[in-house]
């Protein structure tokens, strides 16, 4: 038999450093879920991406079980790192604060690609372009 889904809960996380404390921990709480144990496997899985924030879709079940899918970071992110920058432009209309090529683009949309609602390459470079026209990052042809 099934297991019955209580709620489905979405948080973006720190790699590696996740904490029972808020935000985590009311989040989670009102679920029955052991936030040690979470805490935990949360970590152990995210070693690897030290500097990220991760999101994560955690289904929680009756009885507090639960399993937690990782996702890939923010498109922001990854473009934020890639052009080299600590943020984007307040006025992305008037003020641009770096470039990155069609190529880097593609990158970025192929890491996301499991995360976005397309299966088209060009689909998921179309919205990593916007997102990063709306940080006020310029594409390079």
Do not use: H, W
């Amino acid at each position: 038999m099934a297991k019955k889904v209580k709620a489905v809960v979405k948080l973006q996380i720190q790699a590696g450093k996740a904490t029972p404390a808020p935000p985590i921990g009311p989040a989670l709480a009102q679920y029955g879920i052991n936030m040690g144990q979470f805490c935990s496997d949360f970590n152990n899985k995210t070693q690897d991406r030290e500097g990220s924030t991760v999101p994560v879709e955690i289904t929680v079940y009756e009885g507090g079980a639960y399993d937690f899918v990782l996702k890939e970071p923010p498109a922001s992110e990854m473009i934020l790192k890639t052009v080299g920058i600590e943020k984007g432009s307040g006025n992305p209309k008037k003020k641009k604060v770096g470039k990155i090529t069609r190529e880097q683009l593609r990158e970025i949309a192929l890491k996301k690609m499991p995360d976005l609602n397309t299966d088209d390459v060009d689909a998921a470079m179309n919205i990593i372009e916007g997102t990063a026209k709306n940080m006020g990052v310029e594409i390079k042809e």
